[in-house]
């Protein structure tokens, strides 16, 4: 592909989300973006970008930022879209946990501030995700039509359960 197509390409799949300010004092916002909603964060001077879900609280575990389901209490990093988990290996006494990965669980997309504005590009790498699942029409069809809310509470907690 030529500069020019690579270009056209990645406008196609570029959105404007808003003004810089306004985000940052929202710390969050939900945008729609062809048959895929997406949530932007604003935390800590950084912009993120992850599928929309149920996750809500924003927490710190082992030094990565996640964002974290009230509900199942699963644990996907802002930065990779990765699953958390802590485990403990039988074998070593005194008994240590430790995070460790599931793998990309939430499609993460990329965030850039132009001129003050805010720009949204999609992550449409090739192959499945598990969040790709509910961005389909079945899911909305039949999960968010059933009266599911999508609030989203964004506080922050030290609470590393």
């Not at 149920?54 to 990779?80: M, N, Q």
């Amino acid at each position: 592909m030529s500069s020019d197509e690579d270009v056209a390409a990645a406008s196609r799949h570029t959105l404007f989300i808003g003004k810089k300010e306004n985000i940052i004092q929202s710390r969050r916002v939900v945008k729609s973006v062809g048959e895929r909603d997406v949530l932007v964060i604003y935390h800590q001077g950084d912009f993120y970008a992850i599928d929309v879900r149920c996750y809500r609280k924003l927490r710190d575990f082992d030094g990565r930022t996640c964002i974290v389901c009230p509900w199942h209490k699963y644990k996907i990093t802002l930065a990779e879209g990765e699953g958390l988990y802590q485990a403990v290996d039988p074998s070593v006494k005194p008994l240590k946990p430790t995070w460790c990965s599931k793998g990309i669980k939430q499609r993460v997309h990329t965030v850039t501030v132009s001129n003050e504005d805010v720009f949204l590009t999609l992550n449409d790498s090739p192959g499945p995700i598990d969040s790709d699942y509910y961005q389909t029409e079945k899911y909305r069809n039949t999960f968010l039509k059933e009266g599911a809310g999508r609030g989203f509470d964004l506080s922050t907690d030290s609470d590393d359960s």
